[in-house]
Structures are given as structure tokens and as C-alpha cells.
């Protein structure tokens, strides 16, 4: 029996009671014989979630890129580690060997402490899908600097904010990005963003589409004559087991975004176990995911994951519509791809297209088929089964979030028998429960509830980045000495679970985590609006759409709606980005209210689901009439 890797269903079963029974011989027999250590751990678990206080490996030194990089130089060195597919698709894919990725990150890494960058220092990575951002993410954690990678689809305002809440001290970012047929001026957004971030001190900037762009004297510098000047020799930065790694943020229901803090030896081991677990990844195999560096999925399972297995992945530029809808299935087959890990939101727009665009494709490489994000509903699933996988390839729908850092629930392929829109069995060493409004777990099987975690893991977030207490309050202490998902899941009669959503204010976009109070901040900003209220409502392709409720200031003047909702919507674009607009705007003359003030959303969310049959006993409320006339007004 093998602990690390599980092929058969008795084999996890007989490793899931193991790693419960005994947490920490468990995880220590994982790390002591897959990874490298410049120094073993005295404790392997101490956690108090009462504080919450978790440290894995206490004691241990390492450093991740060694066991992601340097130890694969001997045995596989001129394997390909990143396979870089470019937006354009008459550009060449660019095959990164190990030996070369050691290379251009030591250098990277070399240019970073020649910049002044140190241990412990926040670096906001701000690039496209291009090699860099890959590079730069490890060159930052060669030398012990913490990367915040921000997604680069976010605005100017969302950059900032993120820069100032970490205090970054440099930037990286490229000249622009290729979208599909468009271009976007990356570095005029970083540029805009500077202008409110007083702790950066420099900019390096990689050439990516020569655009004719500003550098501002002393403080930005172009990347690539500084890589060619670098030594290819950089010492690896010895870490302590819990020092931090990266921050990466994500929305909460309420105020700023939340900068999650990710440490380094129990995030390592994590996200390498349940990459070769979940993906069931051979030496030869190519894998793909098709996520964006600027999310956890990139961070775990593009980067950190698979190079920590010694694995082939994939790196796309590009957008799964240009120059066709067929661009996935055409790579898969140029690559030979055997992983493919993609969201329900891509599976359903492509689904749309029809099979023309999949059929002139040869699909055979394919073995695993994987969905994360949001759940799969059970059309998109069979499409993806019968059209993709052809049958042949088990699907994972992997539950996770960016606070667990690693696949939390998912099938193990050919292990883990596949049930459609349920993500299955827990990973080794994640104990979930099902709590009732009470507080109380909710035993045995065929019921609901929300869906909690009861003991530690080696990749849970350690902290919110400046905010202890926010991250107590967020996930501690709706239910006492648990982890608090935001979703709600059932568990059916074998013991498998099926997630059914968030139960906060949380909304789930195009896979994409969107809390409604930016949001509804944005809107409020606009001179004639007065209160607003954002809820999700189910959309064919992007699993849920953003409907918003908005009132106006009374000020007896007449209000052209249609220029208020292009303007609602630029504002959303500029406080956040593209993907937080609204599709549906209703201007109403209120927002139904408990009497104590607050909004009801629970009402909103109903009259946007068109499902207002029961919508409970509204008289309670502050100003019941407002309910009648926003249901007569609905979009
Ligand atoms: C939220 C976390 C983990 C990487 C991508 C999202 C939802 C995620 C699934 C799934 C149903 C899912 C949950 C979760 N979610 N995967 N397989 N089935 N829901 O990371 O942005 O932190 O979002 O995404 O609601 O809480 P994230």
C-alpha cells in the first residue's frame, strides 16, 4: 500500500481511516518521503482553533522551489516543466525544461535582491499568462519575498487596493496582454493604480506586446536586460516551515477584499499530494489546466502542484474562444494533454458551440477530466463525460476555495466511482461535517446542511493578512471550534457529497468569487443613486448573472435609465473589473428592510429567481409595500 498515491478504492479507504486516526504520523510519512528538507520538523500539528492558531512541520526548514525545481535537475532536466501555448496560435509553443526554468528563475530571482527585495517583502505580481508570471512566482519564493499575485483582469482601483493592503514594495507587470483579438494596456492600469500606492519603490516591466508605453524615470525598469545581465546561480533562501509564502486575496460578502496568507511547508505538501492524487499523473503525461495563475487553482495545481511532482504543465495565453471555440480541443490535441482541468462555466459556453468545433479533434490522450470552481450542473457534466471524455475519462469535480489552498473533496480517478454535480469523498486528512442552524452536526447520511471542517489541514490559510480577528470572526466562530466553508452541501446515502452553494452573500460568476459589497460600494458612488443590492440569478453560461436593485436619491428630478445602468456598469468596470458588471438593473423606489435596517435579500434573491410564490411573511418588514412593486417591476 502507498500512502502517497492511491489507485484503488480499498487503498483509499484503508488511507482515509489512517489519516484521521492518526493525523500526524499520516502527514509526516507524506513529507519525510516525498520532499526535501534542509531541516525535519521537531512538531508535526499544534492548532487551537479557539485563536485560530495552525502550525504544520513546526521547526522545518525547506525552500519550495528547491523540491519544485532544484531536485528534478538530476532526474528529469531537459524534461519539459512549463509548456508555454501562446494567445496567438501561429506563435510557437515554448517548452520550458527544468533545467531552463532553474535558470531564468535564479536569475529572476538574482534581479529581484539586486532591486532590493528581501525575505519577507511583498511583491504584487500584476502579468498575463506568459512565462514571467510562472517565473516571477518562483523567483519570489527562491529568496523568501511574498508573491501577491493579482489577477490581471482586475481595474486600477482593485489593483491598488490590493497593493495597499499588503504594502507592496514592487510591482511586476508587463507592457500589455493579449486577450483573444484584443490587447490590454496593462501597464497604463499599473500606472493609474501607483498613483494611490505609497509603498512601492519599482516597477519591472516584461515586454510582452510592444506597445508604446510610459517609464517613469526611477522607478520603472525594463525586465528583460536585467535577466540577460543576471547570474543563472541563486541560493535558495532557507524558510521555516511557516513562513509565509504568498497572499493571495479573495472577496468576502462584506468590506475589502480578504488577503489570504498562505504558508510554506503545509501548503507544499498539500497541494503536491492531491495533485498526484487527483490527477493520477504518470511521468510522461502532459497535463492542462486551463485556470489563470491569478487564482488559487493556477497557484496550486498550474505552478506549485505539478512542479513539486516533477510534471509537464501547461501554460495558456489565450481565451478559449479565439481565434475559434475550438482552441481547447485543438491543444489538447497538438499537446497530447492526459490532464484537463477546466470550469463549469467554459464546459457550458463550449457545450453551446456544438461538435463541429470538437469533432475535427483527436481527444484519445485524454485520461482525466476535472471542473472546479462553481458546481457542474448535471447537462454540463454528461457533456463534458460523452463529448470529451468520451466515456473513457473519469470526471473530478474538485471542491476547494482559495482559503484551503488544495483540493478538499473530489473523486480519485479510477478509484472514486463518479456521480454527477457531487464532488464525492473527502481527500485524505479532511474531515467534513454538516451543521444544522444550531450548531449541532448533523450525523449520518441523506441530509444537508453547512458544510464545515473539523481539523486542521496542512494548506488551510494561517491568517487574513493584517486582520487576525477578521479571519476568527469569518470562519471560526459561526460554529464553535470549526472551519466555516460559506457553502452549503448535502451528503447522500453512500456518504458522497454534492455541494449545492454559497449560503452568504458570496456570488459565483463565471467561476469567479464576487462579494456583493464592492459591488454595491461601486453603484452607490453614483451621484443619483441612493441604496443598491446586488443577488445572483442562474445564467445558462456563467452558472449565476449579477442582478442588481437600485434606488435613487429623491430629487424630484427624471433620470434617463438607460444612461444610468451604462454608467452603474463603468463604474463596476473601474472599482473592480469587467467581470463584476451587472446583466439585469431594476430601479425600484425601495429595498424591502427588516425594521432594524437591514436589507432582505433573501426577498431579492427570490423575486430574481422569478420564484415568488412563498416569499414567507413580509409584514415585518420596515416598508412591506415596496415588495409588490418590485415584483410588478421585475426585469
Ligand atoms: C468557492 C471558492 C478553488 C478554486 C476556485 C474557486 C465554489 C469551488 C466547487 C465545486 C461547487 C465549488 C464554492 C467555494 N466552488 N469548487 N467543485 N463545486 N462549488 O476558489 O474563488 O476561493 O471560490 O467556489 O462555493 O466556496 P474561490
Not at 473519469?394 to 464532488?423: C, L
Request: glycine share 6%.
Amino acid at each position: 500500500m502507498s500512502t502517497y498515491h492511491i489507485k484503488h478504492l480499498e487503498e483509499y479507504f484503508h488511507v482515509y481511516r489512517k489519516s484521521v486516526r492518526d493525523a500526524e504520523t499520516f502527514w509526516a510519512e507524506i513529507a519525510e518521503e516525498h520532499f526535501l528538507w534542509r531541516k525535519k520538523w521537531q512538531q508535526v500539528l499544534s492548532w487551537d482553533f479557539t485563536k485560530p492558531e495552525v502550525k504544520w512541520f513546526e521547526g522545518a526548514q525547506l525552500n519550495i522551489t528547491e523540491n519544485c525545481i532544484d531536485r528534478h535537475l538530476t532526474s528529469r532536466p531537459h524534461k519539459t516543466a512549463i509548456l508555454f501555448e501562446p494567445n496567438d496560435p501561429k506563435d510557437d509553443a515554448q517548452h520550458i525544461t527544468y533545467k531552463q526554468l532553474y535558470e531564468r528563475v535564479n536569475k529572476f530571482a538574482n534581479v529581484l535582491k539586486e532591486r532590493g527585495i528581501k525575505k519577507g517583502d511583498r511583491v504584487c505580481i500584476y502579468l498575463p499568462m506568459i512565462p514571467e508570471l510562472a517565473v516571477s512566482v518562483l523567483a519570489c519564493a527562491r529568496i523568501g519575498a511574498i508573491h501577491s499575485v493579482v489577477f490581471a483582469g482586475f481595474s486600477a482601483t482593485a489593483l491598488a487596493t490590493r497593493i495597499n493592503d499588503s504594502s507592496c514594495k514592487m510591482v511586476i507587470t508587463s507592457d500589455g496582454s493579449y486577450r483573444g483579438a484584443k490587447t490590454i494596456d496593462l501597464k497604463g492600469i499599473v500606472d493609474e493604480a501607483l498613483n494611490e500606492c505609497k509603498s512601492v519603490e519599482s516597477v519591472l516591466v516584461a515586454q510582452r506586446i510592444h506597445s508604446d508605453i510610459t517609464m517613469k524615470d526611477g522607478r520603472d525598469t525594463w525586465l528583460q536586460p536585467l535577466l540577460d545581465a543576471a547570474s543563472t546561480i541563486c541560493e535558495p533562501e532557507v524558510m521555516d516551515a511557516e513562513d509565509p509564502l504568498f497572499i493571495l486575496y479573495t472577496s468576502g460578502s462584506t468590506g475589502q477584499p480578504k488577503g489570504m496568507v498562505h504558508t510554506t511547508a503545509g501548503y507544499m505538501v498539500y497541494a503536491a499530494y492531491t495533485f498526484k492524487n487527483v490527477f493520477q499523473y504518470q511521468e510522461d503525461d502532459v497535463y492542462w489546466c486551463t485556470a489563470d495563475i491569478g487564482w488559487i487553482t493556477g497557484h496550486s495545481y498550474i505552478v506549485y502542484g505539478p512542479l513539486a511532482n516533477g510534471a509537464t504543465t501547461v501554460m495558456f495565453e489565450g481565451v478559449p474562444s479565439y481565434p475559434d471555440f475550438g482552441r481547447f480541443w485543438q491543444l489538447v490535441a497538438k499537446h497530447k494533454v492526459n490532464q484537463f482541468y477546466t470550469a463549469p462555466t467554459a464546459i457550458r459556453a463550449l457545450a453551446k458551440q456544438g461538435l463541429e468545433v470538437v469533432e475535427p479533434y483527436d481527444l484519445s490522450s485524454l485520461k482525466v477530466l476535472g471542473t472546479v470552481g462553481e458546481p457542474i450542473n448535471e447537462e454540463a457534466w454528461h457533456w463534458y463525460n460523452d463529448n470529451i471524455g468520451k466515456k473513457k475519462s473519469p470526471i473530478v469535480d474538485t471542491w476547494w476555495q482559495t482559503e484551503t489552498g488544495g483540493i478538499m473533496i473530489s473523486p480519485i480517478p479510477f478509484s472514486t466511482p463518479t456521480k454527477p454535480t457531487y464532488a464525492t469523498l473527502p481527500m485524505p486528512g479532511i474531515q467534513p461535517a454538516l451543521m444544522n442552524e444550531n450548531g449541532q452536526e448533523i450525523k449520518g447520511n441523506q441530509v444537508e446542511g453547512r458544510l464545515c471542517i473539523k481539523f486542521p489541514w496542512p494548506s488551510m490559510a494561517r491568517t487574513i493578512w493584517g486582520n487576525h480577528q477578521r479571519y476568527k470572526d469569518t470562519y471560526f466562530s459561526a460554529f464553535e471550534n470549526k472551519y466555516f466553508t460559506g457553502d452549503g452541501a448535502l451528503r447522500d446515502e453512500v456518504g458522497y457529497y454534492r455541494i449545492t452553494g454559497r449560503v452568504d452573500d458570496v456570488i459565483i460568476v463565471s467561476g469567479h468569487n464576487l462579494g456583493t459589497a464592492p459591488i454595491e460600494d461601486a453603484i452607490n458612488e453614483h451621484p443619483a443613486v441612493a441604496e443598491s443590492a446586488i443577488v445572483g440569478f442562474p445564467h445558462d453560461i456563467k452558472g449565476n448573472a449579477l442582478y442588481g436593485y437600485v434606488t435613487f436619491k429623491d430629487t424630484g428630478e427624471s433620470r434617463d435609465h438607460t444612461n444610468v445602468r451604462t454608467e452603474i456598469n463603468q463604474l463596476i468596470t473601474e472599482r473592480i473589473g469587467p467581470i463584476a458588471k451587472l446583466d439585469k438593473i431594476q430601479f425600484t423606489k425601495g429595498l424591502p428592510k427588516t425594521r432594524s435596517g437591514k436589507i432582505m435579500r433573501r426577498i431579492l434573491r427570490k423575486i430574481a429567481h422569478k420564484d415568488t410564490s412563498n416569499l414567507g411573511d413580509t409584514s415585518t418588514l420596515l416598508n412591506p409595500e415596496v415588495v409588490q412593486s418590485i415584483i410588478d417591476n421585475a426585469l
